[in-house]
């Protein structure tokens, strides 16, 4: 059977990943193609497990912050997605590695080839086909979580370590061969999901 693709949505807090993950599953759906949808901290047990341990109250330093998302990415990796993927169905994941380079790189300042390292190590051969980077600046984000009622660990960071997750990402989609599709979040949502759309047709016609 023709393996399956892997898509990632990326982005910092409050672009409307949520609301776009739903309609990449819908749009990939309404075209006949399996989808998984997962999320990363999480997607297993151990890794919803270790999200709640993640986002919560507790003080964690960088280091343990890092292997903690390995941890659940690797459980992720091999239980969930290998097995759909090899079965060809599209696994969509809310977050991958890129987030780990953005917020424990940028934001946390780890060095990049410890990351890397980890990521050749629980990844192997396993690259996402296509990642979707929803960029919006951190203040315009920061005012969209201000309207939620709870936030979690990550989101009551200052506007400095978002600063640096964003130019972590602006960095690594340059870097990125053309793999990481840069996307407008701060314009109205039907714009952001036309590009959406044009880059989903373009993997779907690949
Ligand atoms: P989300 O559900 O809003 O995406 O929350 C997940 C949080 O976890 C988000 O603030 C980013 C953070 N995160 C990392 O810091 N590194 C990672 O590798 C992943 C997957 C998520």
Request: proline share 4%.
């Amino acid at each position: 059977m023709q393996p399956g693709k892997l898509i990632t949505l990326e982005g910092s807090e409050g672009t409307g990943k949520s609301t776009n993950l739903g309609y990449v599953h819908d749009y990939l759906a309404q075209r006949g193609v399996p989808v998984v949808i997962t999320r990363e901290p999480g997607g297993t047990a151990l890794g919803e497990a270790i999200r709640a341990l993640v986002l919560s109250d507790q003080v964690i330093v960088p280091e343990a912050e890092l292997l903690l998302l390995c941890a659940a990415r690797a459980q992720h990796v091999r239980h969930v997605m290998e097995p759909a993927l090899a079965a060809g169905h599209w696994v969509v994941s809310d977050r991958f590695t890129e987030a780990t380079h953005a917020y424990q790189g940028g934001g946390r300042g780890i060095h990049t080839d410890i990351i890397e390292y980890l990521e050749r190590w629980i990844l192997g051969d396993l690259r996402p086909d296509l990642t979707l980077l929803l960029d919006i600046p951190p203040e315009t984000g920061q005012q969209r979580i201000r309207n939620r009622r709870s936030t979690d660990r990550f989101e009551r960071e200052d506007t400095g370590f978002f600063e640096r997750v964003r130019a972590r990402y602006l960095e690594r989609a340059r870097m990125s061969d053309g793999r990481i599709r840069l996307i407008d979040a701060a314009r109205p949502l039907a714009q952001v999901q036309a590009d959406i759309a044009h880059h989903l047709d373009e993997i779907l016609a690949a």
